[in-house]
């Protein structure tokens, strides 16, 4: 009995019905949830990857196949997830070792010394965002200044998380050349 609610409600979801998707979040959350928290560290980031990978269920509805149970399915997709989350943590500590000055100004960023550095950190920022794109600067300030998620931003710009991931990947490549040039310019003037 409940496998054809199940079939019906899928089939509601594909079409967008909010409330059958909602039906299917309720349904699956907490099991998912645990799946994802076997996999990280604490329930934060457990609840962000559980809401991307709600996401993604709901843009790949249409490909599900049935092959599998829908939470069986779910949770592939909640693996993606988290190995994108892992991933996207190894970036971030391959740039701080790329940009070690940065990882010391988050640290001293809140000593009182930190706020002179931080505000001439924004304007360098607001310079090279300036400089950059504007389809760079764009998703650059949506992630990091609005703090939207790639599945947002996707949203936001009527792509798909893939061409955002994309592109963000190449913003983040050009911010950092500039970041270089204009850091070794600033550091010339002194």
Request: charged share 30%; aromatic share 10%.
């Amino acid at each position: 009995m409940r496998e054809s609610i199940t079939n019906r409600v899928i089939q509601k979801a594909i079409f967008g019905d909010k409330t059958a998707q909602g039906e299917i979040f309720k349904g699956y959350r907490k099991r998912v949830l645990n799946f994802i928290l076997q996999r990280v560290e604490n329930l934060e980031d457990g609840e962000e990857i559980l809401q991307e990978t709600f996401i993604s269920v709901f843009e790949a509805l249409p490909f599900y196949s049935a092959r599998s149970t829908l939470l069986t399915w779910i949770c592939g997709i909640a693996r993606h997830e988290v190995a994108d989350f892992y991933r996207k943590k190894k970036i971030k500590t391959v740039v701080f070792s790329f940009f070690p000055g940065l990882e010391g100004f988050v640290s001293r960023a809140l000593s009182p010394e930190g706020i002179l550095e931080q505000k001439e950190a924004r304007e360098k920022i607001k310079k090279i965002l300036a400089l950059l794109a504007e389809g760079y600067e764009q998703v650059l300030r949506l992630k990091y200044i609005e703090g939207f998620s790639v599945a947002q931003i996707a949203q936001e710009l009527d792509e798909t998380q893939k061409a955002i991931e994309s592109r963000l990947t190449r913003a983040r490549e050009a911010f950092g050349r500039l970041y270089v040039v204009i850091n070794s310019k600033s550091q010339e003037g002194d």
